[in-house]
């Protein structure tokens, strides 16, 4: 008798173990898997060939699939006349940005977001804003992102990108994105392959845990560049350099 009730305690504390280490187990995966960036989609706007390049650079380092948006009237010559007709579809949008009929009209699209956990939005910035059809894409699609992982890369001449985050979070503002945003201007665009490299690393691509939730954007240092994209181990006391996105004169 003795012996039978002890093998049947021995037997029911070798279950509770199982399912404890079981649960350990689990709890480890999910710690693993939590942030997860999944399949991606690149998905771009050119115009001047410049995010178009970028874009054939990234997806060299990283495997994504690429969605490449286009107006529907073609041949448009936004910057002609001083860039009369790329400031009158900008207007446009800031006049009335809940109204569909607000945004110039792009080819359809057939990509299913819902096949992708990551997306990559390239675009041009227009005086200080994001490319229109750029911007007509997220306001179409915008909402099919919530919850999904999103990465910002800006082409611009000289402009700081403050202006296109806050277009992306406007027409996105479900997604989790990544603690920060990577700026190609005209000076260092020729170096496009480092500066996405050192992105991807900065922002831990590599090891699946890019967004804000592991590395949240207000607390993380603030990472500070030169005009030509140079990292800077800390903020000038004078001259003019890139702060978290944004030009900084002194």
């Not at 227009?126 to 750029?134: I, L």
């Not at 000076?187 to 996405?196: F, G, P």
Request: hydrophobic share 40%; charged share 15%.
């Amino acid at each position: 008798m003795k012996r039978t009730f002890l093998n049947r305690m021995l037997l029911t504390v070798v279950s509770l173990l199982a399912v404890a280490c079981s649960s350990d187990e689990a709890g480890e995966v999910n710690a693993q898997t939590t942030g997860s960036l999944g399949k991606t989609l690149v998905v771009y706007y050119s115009y001047t060939n410049k995010c178009r390049e970028i874009v054939t650079t990234l997806t060299s380092q990283i495997e994504a699939d690429v969605l490449e948006i286009q107006p529907a009237e073609k041949g448009l010559k936004y910057e002609a006349n001083g860039y009369a007709l790329g400031t009158q579809l900008l207007n446009a949008i800031k006049a009335a940005p809940n109204d569909a009929s607000s945004y110039p009209a792009i080819d359809p699209v057939t990509t299913s977001l819902s096949d992708y956990e990551t997306i990559i939005i390239v675009t041009p910035l227009w005086w200080s804003q994001m490319a229109a059809p750029m911007q007509t894409y997220l306001f179409n699609y915008g909402g099919q992102m919530a919850g999904k992982n999103i990465g910002l890369i800006v082409s611009s001449a000289s402009s700081g990108i403050s202006g296109v985050v806050a277009d992306c979070k406007r027409l996105v503002p479900d997604g989790k994105y990544f603690s920060e945003n990577l700026w190609i201007n005209h000076s260092n665009h020729s170096r496009r392959a480092s500066l996405i490299q050192n992105w991807l690393t900065a922002v831990s691509y590599n090891t699946g845990t890019a967004i804000n939730e592991t590395r949240n954007i207000e607390t993380a240092p603030a990472r500070i560049y030169d005009l030509n994209g140079r990292l800077l181990a800390q903020e000038p006391q004078k001259g003019i350099y890139i702060k978290n996105g944004k030009k900084i004169v002194r």
